[in-house]
């Protein structure tokens, strides 16, 4: 783990020594949905029922409308500034795909959402696009949420997701998604689910219990596990990844093959294969 030094000046906390981090690739790689850049080239956002606004400058990840705790508490591991990722990349067979995919999307780092949040967003996600998953996920925050000092909403209670029913939730438009959050309140709040106990099983029995809620298939499963979970060694598989694995892998590939931080050699695939303009391709 990285060790890093927390300064606060001015309206600002400046937390340093962190290892391979831009806002702009963690927050537009897909992974979350409640973060947004304004005109000052922050991301803001809430996690949860934390809000903050977050750029670069310099060396130091700077953090505003925060405090030292609670920086220092949930944004340095929500954002696992600790780990060493330079240490992952080294690890990764030498290969030129996983090389300059790394290379051009090193500041990717995992985050460590909220299991609830992560789960019910990624069923949200299904068969849709980034900016309609934002637009849904809003509307549920807005409307079941508890409104926050920031002027924005914490991630809406299981319980109250559950007790609002498909016929309630039909405000925030989701369509045929709407009974699958429905399923997946119900099953975590009567207890047929604990996604806490599902950090202690393996990424396969965990994305097995998940699999047992209506419309949650394998990449979902995946996300859920990687993004809200835990588990690095998830390799969630969709159009993007399947096209990196049969082109540059072969039809036998095994993401073993990665190791056990599979999910972060996946984020670079799926980031630089996406075809952000700023990438060349595979050479």
Not at 28 to 42: D, L, P, S
Not at 186 to 196: F, S, T
Not at 260 to 276: D, M, T
């Amino acid at each position: 783990m990285k060790q890093l030094k927390i300064i606060e000046y001015k309206n600002r906390i400046g937390v340093f020594g962190a290892c391979c981090f831009s806002p702009e690739q963690t927050f537009e790689c897909g992974q979350c949905f409640r973060f947004e850049r304004n005109n000052a080239g922050e991301y803001e956002g809430i996690a949860s029922s934390h809000f903050a606004r977050i750029l670069l400058e310099g060396e130091a990840v700077v953090f505003r409308d925060s405090t030292v705790n609670e920086v220092r508490d949930f944004w340095i591991p929500y954002l696992d500034l600790e780990r060493d990722y330079e240490k992952i990349v080294c690890s990764f067979p030498e290969n030129s795909h996983i090389s300059t995919a790394a290379h051009c999307c090193s500041g990717i780092h995992i985050l460590k959402q909220d299991p609830w949040e992560t789960l019910c967003s990624f069923i949200i996600s299904q068969n849709n696009n980034i900016p309609r998953i934002k637009k849904i996920v809003k509307s549920l925050c807005e409307n079941f949420g508890e409104k926050l000092d920031c002027g924005g909403y914490s991630f809406p209670d299981i319980e109250k997701i559950a007790a609002a029913g498909v016929e309630g939730l039909s405000i925030i438009k989701s369509g045929f998604r709407a009974k699958y959050i429905i399923d997946a309140a119900e099953k975590v709040a009567g207890g047929k689910i604990n996604l806490e106990t599902l950090k202690l099983m393996t990424y396969e029995q965990a994305k097995a219990e998940l699999i047992k809620i209506k419309g949650v298939g394998e990449k979902v499963a995946s996300c859920v596990t990687l993004f809200g979970l835990g588990f690095l060694n998830a390799f969630p598989v969709d159009v993007w990844i399947k096209r990196v694995l049969q082109k540059y892998y072969g039809e036998d590939f095994d993401i073993g093959y990665f190791g056990e931080y599979a999910g972060i050699a996946q984020q670079y695939l799926f980031h630089y294969e996406r075809g952000n303009k700023k990438f060349r391709h595979f050479s």
